[in-house]
């Protein structure tokens, strides 16, 4: 079955970086559009950003443009999120999430439980 | 403040029918796939409807979504203890080039 998990949270301070990681079993993400989706302690989902089945498409929420980059190593299965220049505001837990492909629609229908990054001097 | 707004909170007792509305915009709802998702306490987000109305296998036909126009909405009948979670609508928005998602609905089974 479908499994996703993340890896490389934890506590920094602003202005630094951490590469999360997301190791997928069960489907081969080369096959499959994959993001990032975020939830700050006690709030709402956000989506942070998207890649393509084949990597050529990435897409990212303004709120981390130019700060985090998205990227995959198709031969280790694996998902990485690499985050710049992190604000109190990023803290959040990260979900890895696998894009289907469901009769012309594409939703996200497998979860990681995520990792959590906590900003903070 | 998110781009799909969504009533904070629903309440309903066990057997009735509850509403969660999603409202959005033409570059978002109108024109694109509405999806609907359960996040139980704790755990991590599932999906329950995609394309607007259509159920993955595994999810009850107690749940139903329907869209119209901008605005889109989930309807759970026969309500069970088990449904008391958050519920989040989501659909690509054109304009951001981005998914944006509701801000969540607290649904309480009293």
């Known amino acids: 079955q479908v499994q996703l998990v993340e890896s490389g949270g934890g506590v920094v301070q602003p202005g630094r970086s951490l590469r999360l990681s997301c190791a997928a079993s069960g489907f081969t993400i080369s096959q499959y559009g994959m993001h990032w989706v975020r939830q700050a302690p006690g709030k709402g989902l956000e989506w942070v950003t998207f890649?393509?089945?084949?990597?050529?498409?990435?897409q990212y929420a303004d709120s981390v443009k130019g700060r985090f980059t998205i990227s995959k190593d198709s031969s280790k299965n694996t998902l990485y999120l690499q985050v710049n220049s992190l604000r109190p505001e990023d803290t959040a837990v990260y979900h890895c999430v696998k894009e289907g492909v469901y009769s012309g629609s594409y939703p996200f229908d497998s979860w990681g439980q995520g990792t959590l990054v906590t900003v903070s001097s | 403040q998110s781009v799909l707004t969504q009533p904070p909170s629903a309440s309903g007792t066990p057997g009735q029918r509850v509403t969660i509305s999603c409202s959005g915009s033409?570059?978002?709802?109108?024109?694109?796939?509405v999806y609907w998702y359960q996040q139980l306490p704790g755990t991590a987000p599932k999906l329950l409807i995609y394309g607007n109305n259509q159920r993955p296998s595994g999810v009850p036909d107690r749940f139903s979504g329907s869209k119209s126009g901008t605005s889109a909405s989930l309807a759970i009948s026969g309500l069970r203890s088990e449904d008391e979670a958050d519920y989040y609508c989501?659909?690509?928005?054109?304009?951001?080039?981005?998914?944006?998602f509701g801000g969540g609905t607290k649904l309480t089974v009293l």
């Open positions: 989501a659909a690509w928005d054109d304009s951001l080039s981005g998914l944006v």
């Open positions: 033409s570059s978002n709802i109108e024109s694109n796939n």
């Open positions: 890649i393509s089945y084949d990597g050529s498409n990435k």
